[in-house]
């Protein structure tokens, strides 16, 4: 069995993969400390603001999680082959046969393991609904940051009612997004290691080794 160095991931998806990393990480560490600062309240106005610091870095990273989920919708729709929505979604037979099988794989059901140049089915499923999950939190946290605004209030009206509201499904989805970032990191180190696609090296250099077909 032999396997090629192939192109899978544009510059544009890797700028929006590390945005959208970094920007989940210091979204939540600067969102728990929001929720519960964890330093002196005697510090705030008296020699440093931390809690008027620790929002400015999370609006500031919100605004980048913002730009960098607007860059994965355009690439669903625009981008190369590997990175559109329905090479991965599961609307296609072909892809909800694999969303299955990758499931018995990474369950040790089977050792069947159908390679590809993008992401699986299973993948595919997970970012989709990551991907609604993160336009709900980001009109949640739009609604509380824009008070004034016509726009964002009537659309945090509209899916979450009040701004109290609005406040607990953001806290709730951040969770999701933790998890998310585990399993992610998981799921990718067993990946490299039980298969030879380089799938860590792929989102630094845009190559995955991708089995050939002689």
């Known amino acids: 069995m032999t396997y090629q ?14 945005a959208f ?15 519960s600062p964890w330093t002196n309240t005697v510090l705030e106005g008296s ?3 931390p809690m008027a610091t620790m929002r400015y870095l999370h609006f500031l990273a919100g605004f980048i999680f913002a730009s960098a989920v607007a860059v994965r919708l355009y690439l669903w729709l ?6 559109k929505f329905w ?7 072909r892809n909800i ?6 499931m018995a794989y990474y369950t040790y059901l089977t050792d069947r393991h159908e390679t590809r140049l993008g992401h699986n089915a299973l993948a595919g499923t997970v970012y989709l609904a990551t991907i609604v ?38 806290h709730l989805l951040m ?19 039980k298969s030879p696609e380089g799938l860590i090296s792929s989102i630094f250099c845009g190559r995955k080794f991708h089995r050939s077909s002689s």
């Open 47 to 49: 020699r440093s603001f």
């Open 133 to 170: 999950l993160t336009l709900i939190q980001l009109v949640s946290g739009f609604y509380m940051l824009y008070p004034e605004s016509v726009f964002w209030q009537k659309w945090g009206v509209a899916l979450f009612e009040t701004q109290q509201q609005a406040r607990f499904i953001h």
């Open 5 to 18: 160095s192939r192109y899978a991931w544009s510059v544009l998806f890797r700028l929006f993969h590390w």
């Open 175 to 193: 969770w999701y997004f933790i998890i998310f970032a585990f399993f992610h990191l998981y799921i990718v180190i067993w990946n490299d290691i």
């Open 78 to 83: 625009f981008g190369n082959r590997q990175e």
């Open 21 to 35: 990393a970094l920007s989940i990480v210091t979204l939540v560490v600067t969102g728990l400390y929001v929720n």
């Open 97 to 102: 046969r694999n969303l299955f099988s990758t």
């Open 87 to 93: 090479d991965s979604a599961p609307i296609t037979p």
